[in-house]
């Protein structure tokens, strides 16, 4: 279970979208992407059937049918650990893989599009069978999520003072690697996150 942020000083949305930048600073403590995720794309309340029957969560970041059938996998830069975010219980997960070898691999990712391997990354995977459960052709309303979730948190960490760079890959490669089942899963993307400095 990660601690509930408080709110930071009032900063105005226009201000947060005139100063927004892709950008990739220094290291970033993992508390501070907690504080990100909170804000983001944490649970403010769900219900157990929605559309299709299935569960269905209201968050900051919209999605169809309020499904929300996109995971974030948190990979730091110290490959002290890989973590899924749990939005409904703002808590980070451990998943049981090679975080050294999760590491290795996400750097040379982010080395190849960014130059840079600082920071934590957030990767974007989406599960397919929840999303085609409720949606014919649902690959593009996923694909839309994954757009929305981008901007939210590329926004957030604006406003929280965090520099943030959406990635240039949707990351097909190290979703087997991170333990979740192809071809159910599916990578959708990511985003850098690290501090200005």
Not at 24 to 33: F, P
Not at 67 to 92: K, N, T, W
Not at 122 to 149: I, N, P, Q
């Amino acid at each position: 279970m990660l601690p509930i942020p408080a709110d930071p000083a009032p900063r105005g949305f226009i201000d947060v979208l005139r100063s927004r930048r892709s950008a990739v600073g220094g290291a970033v403590e993992l508390d501070r992407v907690a504080e990100l995720l909170w804000h983001a794309v944490a649970t403010k309340g769900h219900a157990p059937a929605g559309r299709a029957g299935l569960p269905v969560e209201w968050r900051a970041v919209p999605s169809a049918g309020a499904l929300h059938p996109i995971s974030i996998v948190c990979i730091p830069e110290s490959a002290d650990g890989v973590f899924l975010y749990d939005p409904r219980e703002h808590a980070f997960r451990t998943l049981d893989v090679d975080s050294g070898h999760i590491a290795s691999a996400n750097a040379a990712a982010l080395a190849a599009v960014v130059g840079a391997t600082r920071g934590c990354t957030l990767r974007l995977l989406a599960d397919m069978d929840k999303a085609d459960a409720a949606y014919e052709h649902a690959a593009t309303l996923v694909l839309r999520d994954s757009g929305c979730l981008t901007a939210t948190l590329c926004l957030c960490a604006e406003w929280l003072g965090l520099a943030a760079c959406p990635l240039g890959f949707l990351g097909q490669p190290m979703v087997g690697k991170l333990g979740f089942p192809e071809p159910r899963f599916r990578a959708v993307g990511g985003v850098q996150v690290t501090s200005f400095r």
